[in-house]
């Protein structure tokens, strides 16, 4: 304690302001010509590397048409199973090869990366909204709501995952919308008990009870006090659910009631090229490592959207 | 300060306040376990004035204070708070009517929000209660700032970014805001510097004439407590043990546990310090779990006789306007009979 009052206190002597800051003419010289987070950026090697490659998977979602070589549906069965052009018997038209039915690779990674993008960050936002919605009232509530909630989210949890979303997609038909809905309702599971625990122990604080000792009411008290503070653990478990939506569309297309054809996504790809693995290596790796470096893009812009956030991490790094 | 024709501003009638501590295998024994952190209190505040409370760590001073500012529902007993009862209202009501008892808080560093800024933090009781808004709520918060002692450039930065007496001062400025009648000062110098205690403490008294406020102020430092209180209460194991002006609290203390704490404080004087005699009390606070019965005191109490071990002693007033619970009070302090 003593020490972070001594530590307070020659912040406050280089910035020549005497005990009580009655020097006015200092506080101009705080100002920054850029925004705290974009500094941050700037000194944050991975929350570089993570705007860049969830930038690019951006960009190539967008432009697939004029990147891509091919059509991604377009059969070529004179040309199936090429192999990759560093490869004996690979040619520059389909630079990452062909598939089972002369499909070309890269064609297909580029347009599959719409699909997968859309699902695994929409399904995320719904679910994150959903389970922070329950965990917040389920946190600051208690009591029988609070119950309620957890004994619904134990239940979910006890329930295979897969089960729920094939019963769903069954029911509705497969569709991204579909898709989307499903994951939203299953994956928020993780947030609403991370954010109901973080709530039990945030809402003891002292600045919650002095809140509560002003007369703040409790919606605003769960809005400014309790929401801020969850949200770097949102942060970090939306990033990795991203990159197990992802996966989970994959799951369910590989069942036949995922995304359709001739529509294509990264985890259709994985699931059809795995049956040729062993001779054709390349039809599910590459998918395998666009949705890889997808995933830890997002985990890496995670982390530093967690760090920004945090005003007390501002300018340190 | 205090006449006896005066209403009191805070009553506080025989609150308790216990905590159960059975734990989770409470059905199989018997007799479910409390602690008693507040056990039978009766106060009352008068208007304009600093009652000061103070005790060793675990005596229920702060509860005491949760309780007077609505963080905590007694058990037992009710608050009355210019005469109308506190813990009977529906949380709506009390919501506000919490603008007129504030509390600061003892930890500058936990009881501000880290992710809001100095505008916002003082800005909150303004919007909470709809007193303000737009550049009314700017012109206020710059008061507040003014009246508190921070420069108002600082307006826009964030807790971490000021020392520990400037925390403090946020937190005065929060509690002002809403222009209260009773402020509650939980231990609010504790956490300080010696050097800033004394400004804090300055502070609050010149904020006490400027806006006629009236201050419970709790700690478990006597020199803060002298420095600022009117009336002081003296509070062991859940109980007030001894109430009292300042002045004769200091100079004339009627109950033994007051007389060990007074002989405990440190003399700035080396040579009065070596030849001063100390009262040592024997043992440890006992666990407000198991209680003693009799006076809670008389385990330690270096005149404890047969009585104190049997009948709990009441709260009786003294000719000079002290009140003391104890069935033998001191005439005076070892130091004035020798």
Redesign the interface.
């Known amino acids: 304690?003593?020490q972070?009052?001594g530590k307070?206190?020659c912040?406050?002597d280089g910035d020549k302001?005497d005990?009580?800051?009655?020097?006015?003419a200092?506080?101009t010289s705080q100002k920054e010509d850029k925004p705290g987070w974009l500094r941050l950026l700037m000194l944050s090697k991975t929350g570089l590397a993570g705007m860049a490659i969830v930038g690019t998977a951006i960009l190539v979602a967008i432009f697939a048409p004029v990147i891509a070589p091919h059509d991604p549906a377009a059969i070529d069965l004179a040309s199936m199973f090429a192999p990759p052009m560093w490869l004996d018997g690979g040619s520059l038209s389909h630079p990452l090869g062909t598939d089972n039915l002369g499909r070309d690779v890269l064609s297909r990674i580029l347009y599959g990366s719409r699909t997968s993008l859309i699902v695994g960050v929409c399904a995320v936002i719904v679910a994150g909204c959903i389970g922070t919605l329950l965990g917040l009232m389920a946190g600051f509530y208690g009591g029988w709501i609070g119950n309620a909630i957890m004994r619904v989210t134990d239940s979910l949890l006890a329930l295979p995952a897969m089960l729920i979303m094939l019963v769903i997609v069954g029911v509705f038909g497969p569709s991204l919308v579909t898709l989307i809905f499903v994951m939203g309702c299953t994956k928020w599971v993780p947030f609403t008990r991370l954010v109901r625990g973080e709530v039990l122990s945030l809402k003891e604080?002292?600045?919650v009870?002095?809140?509560?000792?002003?007369?703040?009411?409790n919606s605003?008290i769960i809005l400014?006090?309790l929401l801020?503070?969850v949200l770097s653990t949102i942060i970090v478990v939306s990033t990795l659910s991203v990159g197990t939506a992802i996966i989970s569309e994959s799951s369910l297309s590989f069942l036949g009631l995922g995304i359709q054809p001739p529509d294509v996504s990264w985890g259709y790809m994985l699931s059809e090229g795995q049956t040729h693995l062993s001779t054709s290596w390349w039809i599910a790796t590459f998918p395998g490592i666009a949705l890889s470096l997808t995933v830890i893009g997002f985990i890496f812009l995670g982390d530093w959207l967690r760090d920004a956030t945090?005003?007390?991490l501002q300018g340190r790094a | 300060m205090n006449t006896v024709e005066q209403t009191p501003l805070l009553e506080l009638k025989g609150i308790k306040k216990y905590f159960d501590v059975s734990g989770d295998w409470s059905w199989l024994s018997a007799q479910p376990k409390y602690l008693k952190a507040i056990d039978g209190i009766d106060l009352k505040v008068y208007p304009g004035e600093t009652l000061g409370i103070v005790g060793e760590s675990g005596c229920g001073k702060s509860t005491t204070g949760n309780v007077i500012?609505?963080?905590l529902n007694p058990t037992e007993g009710d608050v009355l708070f210019e005469g109308e009862s506190l813990c009977d209202l529906a949380p709506r009501v009390l919501?506000?009517?919490?603008?007129d008892f504030?509390?600061i808080?003892?930890?500058p560093?936990?009881?501000?929000?880290?992710?809001?800024r100095v505008r916002?933090l003082i800005a909150?009781?303004l919007?909470?209660?709809r007193i303000a808004s737009g550049k009314q709520l700017h012109d206020r918060v710059v008061e507040l700032m003014k009246a508190v002692?921070?420069?108002p450039?600082?307006i826009d930065r964030?807790p971490?970014?000021?020392?520990?007496?400037?925390r403090q001062?946020i937190?005065i400025a929060?509690a002002l805001a809403?222009q209260p009648k009773l402020i509650v000062c939980d231990e609010v110098v504790s956490?300080?510097?010696v050097s800033i205690q004394a400004?804090i403490l300055n502070l609050l008294s010149k904020l006490q004439k400027e806006f006629d406020l009236t201050y419970i102020f709790i700690s478990h430092g006597l020199p803060a407590i002298k420095h600022i209180s009117d009336r002081i209460a003296v509070m062991y194991l859940g109980r007030i043990v001894e109430l009292a002006t300042k002045e004769q609290l200091f100079s004339r203390p009627r109950h033994p546990y007051t007389e060990a704490l007074l002989s405990a404080v440190p003399l700035p004087d080396p040579e009065a310090a070596r030849t001063r005699k100390w009262i040592v009390l024997q043992g440890d606070i006992p666990s407000p779990v198991n209680t003693p019965p009799g006076c809670s005191f008389h385990t330690r109490c270096p005149y404890a006789r047969d009585k104190c071990k049997q009948a709990v002693p009441t709260m009786q007033a003294l000719e000079d306007g002290h009140a003391v619970s104890c069935h033998f009070p001191l005439e005076g302090p070892y130091w004035l009979q020798q």
């Open positions: 304690m003593t972070a009052v307070a206190d912040l406050m302001s005990y009580f800051g009655r020097n006015e200092e506080s604080r002292d600045y009870r002095a809140a509560h000792s002003i007369g703040t009411p605003t400014r006090h801020p503070n945090d005003p007390r | 500012a609505q963080l919501r506000r009517r919490r603008k504030q509390m808080f003892q930890d560093f936990s009881s501000l929000n880290p992710r809001m916002d909150e009781p919007r909470s209660h002692g921070l420069s450039s600082f964030f971490h970014e000021f020392s520990g007496g400037q001062r937190g929060r809403l956490a300080l510097d400004q």
